[in-house]
């Protein structure tokens, strides 16, 4: 059964095309897509929240190394448990588009690194990053000395006020200079 845009209600599409970097058919699709996520019975409700296992069934997100990361930062769950509704997996879908601004996606990305949710990006984080991007085999997994030295090499790179942590200016900063950034960090459907 396909979504029209009688079923997603026009006056939301429009509100949703305003609020997101969405096309009105990205948006019908976004609907469609987590739809799928959810019982039969349950699709009638706009609020209800997709838990984030269901979420991360999606082909676009198992095999993406922050997949948790980005269920959590775009979640607006109380609960802190990754769940996700309509409108937060819009939001999610509109930072990873094409059409979203470099501002909008290295704040994500900010966000996505920063694990423990304290604004910088610290050696802990630092750390994590890293491991998430190489994985966390014995195989892959750098060694204590090859990790101190890539995070002090990241940190010599980034951290301009020199206080030991990335900030987002500062990583915008960088990020500005990546001209490979804004093509790779998307998710389509």
């Known amino acids: 059964m396909g979504t029209t845009a009688s079923q997603l209600q026009?006056?939301?599409l429009s509100e949703y095309q305003e609020l997101t970097f969405l096309t009105k058919q990205e948006i019908l699709l976004a609907h469609k897509r987590f739809s799928e996520l959810m019982a039969k019975e349950e699709?009638?409700?706009?609020?209800?929240?997709?838990?984030?296992?269901?979420?991360?069934?999606?082909?676009?997100?198992?095999?993406?190394?922050?997949?948790?990361?980005?269920?959590h930062v775009f979640s607006t769950s109380d609960m802190k448990d990754g769940s996700l509704t309509f409108e937060d997996f819009l939001?999610?879908?509109?930072?990873?588009?094409?059409?979203?601004?470099?501002?909008?996606k290295s704040h994500y990305a900010f966000r996505i690194f920063d694990f423990d949710d304290d604004g910088t990006l610290d050696c802990?984080?630092?750390?994590?990053?890293v491991n998430c991007l190489t994985g966390e085999t014995e195989d892959t997994r750098l060694n204590p000395e090859e990790m101190r030295q890539l995070i002090t090499n990241i940190l010599e790179e980034s951290d301009?006020?020199?206080?030991?942590?990335?900030?987002?200016?500062?990583?915008?900063?960088?990020?500005?200079?990546?001209?490979?950034?804004?093509?790779?960090?998307k998710i389509v459907l």
């Open 43 to 71: 699709r009638s409700s706009p609020s209800l929240r997709v838990p984030m296992e269901k979420i991360l069934t999606m082909p676009e997100l198992k095999s993406n190394p922050f997949r948790e990361r980005i269920c």
């Open 10 to 12: 026009k006056d939301l």
């Open 91 to 104: 939001d999610l879908l509109s930072a990873f588009s094409d059409s979203a601004t470099l501002e909008i």
């Open 160 to 185: 301009i006020d020199k206080d030991g942590t990335v900030n987002l200016s500062e990583f915008q900063h960088v990020i500005s200079r990546s001209p490979d950034f804004v093509s790779s960090f």
């Open 124 to 129: 802990g984080d630092l750390e994590k990053l």
